[in-house]
């Protein structure tokens, strides 16, 4: 393998040298084959690499700051590829990646862009009948990706799993088994490669059997398509199709099942250790941090336990640093124990 120079290495936007991966590698050149595409049928043509470093300068302005850098590292991997079959030299590759930098600048990146939008802006909060409505009107379609929309929505707020989780995960008993969709053997996030999630009231047993036919749905797409990000992003559009015209239903999406869950699991008196171990977190912090807030759980079924803790997936989470930094100064770890802790009440002896 030839010794790639300097610029064609992909570094982020603090001059971090990302780490790669045979998946990352493959992702870059499946998306590099659609953006010839795309940008082929805009200008009825055949395009070459130039034509797209041009299209993605002149866009660069009205470009999310990440989008640009997902197009500029796709760039890069082409010409990587380019460069160890001998087709491209040196002095090329650092022609072509220096003409990828808007005229601009990096300020110029995104400078038209009126609104940031993130999934972080998606919402946390949703009220168990928005998602029944939501899940009947998919059904109703009688479409067989709304079929799946549905099912994600009715069962999402139940499993707490990612969207992509869902692909390809098994049903054994009423044990769920799920690949967790940000683990990779570079990066290692979360709890492991795979966990098991463990259905008690979660999911009935007379649901079990559209439960079955939604994995089954699930598994005939990724067998057809293989790429699950294609699938998940079907499936979001699926269902802002399906919001148009619905006001209520503005920033609901598929994620938001996963964070209501996390909110209906706390109040239900679930630990954060025994949420990040059924959510794949490798710390204890991570769900309150970023998903819904206790207080906004559903008001939980007396005598329903809906997920069985694994004691496997437990044992691997970690205090927080928050949590560590609490410990040591003999504070309490959560809100709940700061209120116990306050309105304990006085001793009987007390003179007060």
């Known amino acids: 393998m030839r010794r790639f120079p300097e610029c064609l290495e992909r570094s982020d936007l603090a001059g971090i040298v990302r780490s790669r991966t045979p998946e990352t590698e493959a992702a870059y050149r499946q998306r590099h084959a659609g953006m010839e595409r795309t940008l082929a049928r805009k200008l009825n043509r055949a395009v070459s690499l130039v034509d797209l470093i041009e299209d993605i300068r002149s866009r660069a302005a009205n470009l999310k700051v990440r989008s640009f850098y997902l197009y500029r590292a796709t760039i890069l991997q082409h010409c990587r590829d380019e460069y160890e079959a001998g087709r491209l030299d040196q002095q090329e590759a650092e022609a072509l990646v220096a003409r990828l930098m808007p005229e601009g600048g990096w300020p110029s990146i995104g400078s038209n862009v009126s609104e940031v939008r993130t999934s972080a802006q998606s919402r946390k909060h949703v009220k168990p009948e928005s998602f029944g409505t939501l899940a009947s009107l998919a059904y109703s379609k009688e479409h067989r990706t709304y079929q799946i929309v549905g099912g994600l929505l ?39 490669e795979f966990r ?15 439960f079955r036919k939604l994995l089954a749905l699930l598994q005939q797409d990724l067998d057809q398509v293989g790429d699950p990000t294609r699938l998940v992003r079907r499936y979001g559009g699926a269902l802002r199709r399906l919001r148009r015209g619905v006001p209520w239903a503005i920033g609901i999406t598929l994620k938001s099942t996963r964070s209501q869950g996390r909110a209906t699991l706390a109040r239900a008196g679930y630990t954060p250790f025994e949420i990040a171990s059924i959510m794949g977190h490798a710390s204890a912090e991570t769900a309150a941090s970023h998903y819904g807030k206790a207080n906004k759980g559903w008001k939980p079924v007396p005598g329903r336990s809906p997920l069985a803790i694994c004691v496997e997936e437990l044992a691997k989470v970690r205090a927080g640093a928050r949590a560590k ?13 700061a209120r116990s802790a306050f309105w304990a009440p006085k001793s009987s002896n007390s003179n007060v």
């Open 154 to 192: 009715e069962y999402g707020p139940e499993l707490l799993t990612r969207p992509r989780e869902l692909l390809g995960a098994q049903l054994i008993g009423r044990h769920l088994i799920v690949r967790s969709a940000k683990w990779s053997p570079t990066n290692r996030k979360g709890t492991g």
């Open 325 to 337: 930094s609490k410990i040591a100064r003999q504070q309490p770890t959560t809100v709940t124990a």
């Open 196 to 210: 098991k999630i463990g259905l008690m009231d979660a999911i009935l047993d007379w649901e079990l059997p559209d």
